[in-house]
């Protein structure tokens, strides 16, 4: 447990943001199906991409970490071999889906397993892709969830077309299209969401074209249809360079606004004001955040719910209702998200959330740095809810965040780097 202490003095120095959390493993996978040796820098060393690596390994890629921020990745062409062992990733959607994907190029049994929470998070409709390409796919507990057993020959089967729906992750999406190269399919790719349903995170699914695109393979997508045109198929070794994270960004946007002060972020592209020359999709909310405190009255999340923990922090401060919608899929992530930012709104003030079907409802208080409660915040061992419940601490005495550690899933330094800012904590 931490307690925040609210500034009184400005802050002072610059932050340098770690590396995507999302690009990092995209590039880890890829690199490992290229063929040759690839040198990922400004990579991302946190939890969820130590879980990936590891699992490569165990899958018979050698990756060596020469520095903290680099991986080199000794890729095999597609070729990866049989784990004695259960692939364990513990909260790591990215790495269970796209795992369990690249299982199907493995001549052998893979299994695949994670913690508690990710025991209870759907992989079903992937599942059901992956088996029109001829795996067999078991699972050992929860039906739809993890852990699971795929039983494959290595080499996937020919289908005119997978459909492969979308309504609940664009990771199912872009695990196919990743593997996509070494199956015997048409290069069209024509991936089906369920018609009665919004499409999830769009924005994803083009990080992930443009990271395939970096490392050899080309794709095109049809503006306004679900549809890929793959234009070659075979990864290649690179230098690749990950771009500082998005969502990690949202943080320090908000505590400017909240403090009404500037944070030095050299590495933050123009401040990408303009959502341009990145594919990462939380840019998206940066626009959002520089209309505080008058935001908008609804905000759509559906194509960047990394960012939504931010935003309703950062409305609850404003002095307007606020209505988030488009944010089911939060309640699959690390946590029900919706849940957990309402309850801990409320511990703040009552009334200050409600939760109206998959929506959520801010009912923002100018006066909230002044009226709001001392709190424990109960981050469900969810880092975005842990680092966006800081802002409130930013503001008002007395917010206490549990399991503070949990923020190394995405941002190891979390903590050390609003520290090294001037902000206090009790420990």
Known sequence: MIEIIPPIAKLSGSVKLPGSKSITNRALLLAALADGESRISGALKSDDTKFMAAALRKLGIK?????????????????????????????????????????????????????????????????????????????????????????????????????????????????????????????????????????????????????????????????????????????????????????????????????????????????????????????????????????????NGIGFPDAIPTLTVLAAFSGREIHFSGIANLRVKECDRIHALTKNLNKIKSGLAEEVGDDLIIFGDTNLARTGNPAEIETFDDHRIAMSFFLAGLKIPGIKIDNPDCVAKSFPNFWKVWESLGVKFLK
């Open 63 to 299: 990756i060596d970490e020469p520095d903290d921020t680099t991986f080199v990745v000794f890729g095999r062409n597609g070729k990866l071999t049989e784990s004695s062992e259960p692939l364990f990733l513990g909260n790591a959607g990215t790495a269970v889906r796209f795992l369990t994907a690249a299982a199907i190029l493995v001549n052998g049994k893979t299994t695949i397993d994670g913690d508690a929470r990710m025991r209870e998070r759907p992989i079903g409709d992937l599942v059901d892709a992956l088996r029109q390409l001829g795996a067999k796919i078991e699972y050992l507990k929860k039906e739809g969830c993890p852990p699971l057993r795929i039983i494959s020959d290595g080499k996937p089967k020919t289908a005119e077309e997978i459909k492969v729906r979308r309504d609940t992750s664009s990771q199912f999406f872009s695990a196919i299209l990743m593997i996509w190269p070494f199956t015997n399919l048409k290069t069209i790719v024509g991936l089906k969401a369920s018609e009665e349903k919004n499409l999830v995170s769009p924005g994803y699914v083009f990080i992930t074209a443009k990271v395939m695109g970096a490392f050899g393979i080309n794709t095109e997508h049809e503006p306004g249809e679900n549809i890929f045109t793959v234009h070659n198929k075979k990864y290649s070794a690179q230098n690749f360079e990950v771009e500082a994270d998005a969502s990690s960004a949202t943080y320090f946007l908000a505590g400017e606004k909240l403090l009404n002060q500037k944070i030095e972020i050299p590495n933050l592209p123009d401040r990408w004001e303009q959502n341009q020359n990145s594919s990462q999709p939380d840019t998206q909310s940066f626009g959002i955040i520089q209309q505080f405190p008058n935001l908008p009255k609804e905000i």
